[in-house]
């Protein structure tokens, strides 16, 4: 593997940059170091031409120019006194092909000197970051010398996706970092007999109550954590836009919480404590937008000591589970599910017997096709049933179709629902629904198998969908009573529902096998079919399918998030330890 950078963060202030040139790029420098605390030292000679930027800097007094060819001694001598007079780093600004550049990068390079040659990779010992700058907070981009101007887009595309004053949220919570360690100090101090009687009147210790010498260590850890929760789970908008008030009152929760924690790590610690007995959470985590968990399973993802999670749940929900829970991802592919499976049941149990809350994470809704029932029915004969939570969850199969702007039910166009699985029991086709002229069909777990399903829903004698009549005779009568759904019939293949990569293909079924085909699988995803499907949305008579990407269903600057809501409910409960 090629080595890349080693990413730093360097204190410039008051130090010596010597900046070799007098172009654009050389005043870019200077404003550079200007901006981190650095003094910057201009090297150039007197009858050089100046970039306008330059000049000013000059005439205003920010800038020295040293007005004269850069030479050996000027790096050894122009610097701080306390390091002997090296300066801290040397900008060349001509580029790679004059001659001065190598002739500089090898010299700094004998000296141990921090060079940088603009253009010229393999004559620097550091690069710049193209940097985003927003107070305490920087966000820093590099190819490793591949492209700036593609550093620059990169920097660009991440800076436009976060919300303003991020980085005034982060001074705001680095006071609220430094106020929790004054109150550590003080907890400690009073705890070690190190403040006088005066000095602890006048400084009280508000979280001196809920330590201990025998935990103190202990509640220290605590603290961070605290905090770390807070910065891990609150959605970033929301962290934009906390202000001092919220800040203090984030303080008083905590001295709240504290005292609740310590009696409960005091009760957990006492000799008469019992294990406790292991519990099973059956969750679905909706069809793919974290804001769309319920509270409740958000909860069951905070508070669980082992999440067995199925291959399909979504990024954006594990992203939620803390990093300190083990996680499972189910190894589910083709031959394989069965085994997979019996994996997962094992851990569970394993893990239950244990005295772990265990939490079978699954996409949707943990009863709509998800093995939910048959995950009950195996803890219940192994004796659990007392120990099993089902959580709902928001099934795809009603919330995608919303998605794509598809009602299920709509007055006068479609007055019942029907979800069906594209494929049976160990990979046998199921049963094809009749058509009913007001009926919203949805499939499942379908779209590989789209062109047999078609043909099952549109003819009596697809080898999948074949069913005969008894007859007397002996001989096999094809049975044409199921009333066939016309080729006509709008359709729409949905994948990735409520993800920001989100697709919608709007056709018939007579295309949707050739669509799909030509567009490619983006899974998971599920086929709805009925009139429902143009109830609002109408197709291109001139286009075979339409293809639309994309999802914006949640975007309200003041939609709370669930993180928030969930961390606000815990801090106000007591259920987050501090």
């Known amino acids: 593997m090629e080595p890349v950078s080693l990413l730093t963060a360097i204190d410039c202030t008051a130090h010596i940059h010597l900046i070799v040139g007098s172009n654009p790029l050389a005043a870019a420098r200077c404003a550079k170091s200007l901006q981190v605390g650095a003094k910057p030292l201009l090297i150039a000679p007197e009858t050089a031409e100046l970039h306008y930027a330059l000049q000013k800097r000059i005439e205003g007094g920010e800038v020295e120019w040293l007005k004269k060819s850069f030479e ?5 001598s122009l610097g701080r006194e306390e390091i002997g007079g090296v300066v801290d780093a040397v900008f060349v600004t001509y580029g790679p092909r004059d001659p001065l550049s190598t002739t500089i990068s090898k010299f700094c390079r004998r000296n141990r000197i921090p060079v940088n040659v603009s253009d010229a990779p ?5 690069s710049l970051l193209s940097t985003h700058t927003d107070g305490p907070l920087q966000i820093g981009v590099t190819t490793n010398g591949r492209g700036c101007k593609l550093s620059s887009r990169i920097r660009r595309e991440i800076a436009s996706s976060l919300p303003s004053q991020l980085g005034a949220a982060c001074s705001r919570l680095g006071t609220i970092r430094r106020k929790i360690q004054e109150e550590d100090h003080l907890s400690h101090s009073a705890l070690a007999g190190e403040l006088d009687e005066e000095d602890s009147i006048d400084q009280s210790a508000n979280f001196n109550k809920l330590v201990t010498e025998a935990d103190l260590e202990a509640a220290k850890n605590r603290r961070m954590r605290w905090l770390s929760q807070i910065c891990e789970y609150w959605p970033l908008r929301r962290l934009a836009n906390i202000t001092d008030a919220d800040a203090e009152t984030v303080l008083k929760s905590y001295a709240v919480q504290s005292s609740t924690a310590a009696s409960h790590d005091h009760t957990r610690n006492s000799p008469s404590a019992v294990q406790k007995r292991g519990r099973i959470v059956l969750a679905g985590s909706g069809p793919g937008h974290p804001d769309l968990l319920t509270r409740a399973t958000h909860k069951a993802i905070l508070s669980a000591d082992l999440i067995l999670a199925d291959k399909l749940v979504p990024s954006g929900v594990l992203d939620l589970i803390p990093r300190r829970t083990p996680v499972h991802i189910a190894r589910k592919f083709p031959g394989n599910a069965e085994q997979a499976q019996e994996e997962l049941l094992s851990l569970a149990l394993e893990g239950v017997k244990s005295g772990k809350t265990v939490l079978r994470l699954k996409q949707g809704d943990p009863y709509i096709y998800g093995r939910g029932g048959e995950e009950y029915e195996f803890f219940r004969k192994e004796g659990y049933e007392k120990d099993i939570c ?63 399903l078609v043909k099952d829903l549109t003819t009596w004698d697809s080898a999948d969908a074949k069913v005969f009549l008894p007859s007397e005779n002996g001989k096999e009568v094809l049975d044409k009573t199921r009333k066939l759904w016309p080729s006509s019939t709008p359709c729409a293949v949905i994948e990735r529902a409520s993800c920001p990569d989100q697709r919608v293909i709007r056709t018939t079924l007579e295309f949707v096998a050739n669509a799909i085909e030509s567009e490619g699988s983006r899974p998971p995803g599920l086929l709805v079919v009925g009139k429902s499907c ?22 309200f600057d003041e939609f709370p998030g669930v993180e928030e809501l969930v961390i606000g409910d815990q801090l106000n409960a007591g259920k987050i330890e501090a």
């Open 534 to 555: 143009e109830a609002l949305m109408k197709g291109d008579p001139a286009r075979k399918w339409i293809v639309e990407e994309g999802f914006s269903g949640l975007e």
């Open 390 to 452: 089902v959580l709902p969850g928001i099934t795809s199969a009603l919330s995608a179709p919303m998605f794509a702007t598809i009602p299920a039910t709509q007055r006068g166009v479609s007055d019942q629902v029907l979800i069906c699985t594209g494929t049976g029991r160990k990979g046998k086709p199921s049963t094809p629904p009749e058509y009913v002229p007001t009926r919203t069909v949805v499939f499942l777990m379908a779209l590989h198998r789209i062109e047999a």
């Open 122 to 126: 393999s004559l620097c010992t550091f």
């Open 72 to 76: 050996e001694s000027d790096a050894l």
